[in-house]
């Protein structure tokens, strides 16, 4: 029975795995496909060619967009982590009135779809001047990055031991120190794993970037994947479509794998008190 258990359990993993490692995958053989071949049901392509990966930047500044979403995704986090941490340590470790309903407050925040603050929104940063700029996009994306990360963070301070707060005290240190040289160090697990999935949010982001820009310079990767277009008016570049997103897949995949550690202690940090 325990070698049977032991077989279901390799087939379950086999099949998790398979299911989430696949479509990726058959975007990267179907990116190394062209013309009739990519109708072709192959697991290896019979003629790979990287066609359709020079294609995507020869026709469209994807350069630009990369890195458009990348300075977007990279400002976006930093902000959301250093405010947060700061709100963090307010309504983790102070005492004051009207602590629960904030901080609900800001849970609920997170919880509006994107398409109910579209509007204003969209006022918002038009009356600013920062229609079709990357800052527009940052101060947007902030919306959905900020009360998720306030949220985690303020859950993980809550755990941390009075002690090491009351030593700062007793030495003199005023709150900021106690935060930056006290708290900051001990919650780099839960800094990365929430820095990470901030990013993830940012860097895929799509209503705001299509809504708050209009040229192709200041586009973002998912606006940029979804307004490829082929030769004809009902063609689908299929080849160009899969080699983009290849492109921005892959960065992510390879962040995760790299912090994978960081990110499983962030999570469960706090899990289990003793």
């Known amino acids: 029975m ?60 994807f350069t630009a967009n990369i890195l458009n979403s990348a300075i977007v995704a ?20 102070m005492a004051f009135r009207g602590r629960t309903a ?44 900020l009360p998720f990360s306030v949220w985690v963070l303020t859950a993980f301070m809550g755990d941390l031991p009075r002690e090491l707060e009351e030593a700062a005290i007793i030495d003199g240190a005023p709150p900021l120190r106690i935060l930056t040289d006290v708290f900051v160090p001990v919650m780099a697990p839960a800094l990365v ?33 979804a307004l490829i277009s082929g030769a004809g008016g009902y063609e689908i570049p299929w080849g160009r479509i899969m080699a983009a997103s290849v492109i921005v897949t892959a960065p992510l995949i390879l962040l995760v794998l790299a912090l994978q550690r960081r990110i499983v202690s962030g999570l469960t940090a706090g899990a289990v008190k003793g």
């Open 2 to 61: 325990r070698v049977l258990g032991r077989i279901g359990l390799y087939l379950l993993v086999a099949l998790i795995v398979f299911y989430a490692v696949f479509p990726f995958y058959w975007a990267i053989v179907t990116s190394l496909k062209t013309g009739s071949g990519l109708f072709a049901a192959d697991l290896i392509p019979a003629s790979p060619t990287v066609e359709n990966y020079v294609a995507l930047f020869r026709e469209q500044p």
């Open 74 to 93: 990279i400002v976006t986090t930093a902000i959301s982590l250093g405010l947060a941490a700061t709100a963090a340590y307010a309504l983790g470790r």
């Open 102 to 145: 904030m901080s609900f407050g800001i849970l609920s925040v997170s919880m509006f779809p994107q398409i109910a603050v579209l509007t204003g929104m969209f006022e918002l940063i038009q009356v600013t001047g920062l229609y079709d700029s990357l800052t527009g996009l940052i101060l947007a994306d902030l919306i959905l990055t």
């Open 193 to 225: 794993a929430t820095g990470l999935l901030a990013f993830i949010l940012a860097w895929n982001e799509f209503l705001f970037a299509l809504t708050f820009t209009l040229s192709p310079e200041q586009r973002t990767v998912p606006v940029a994947i």
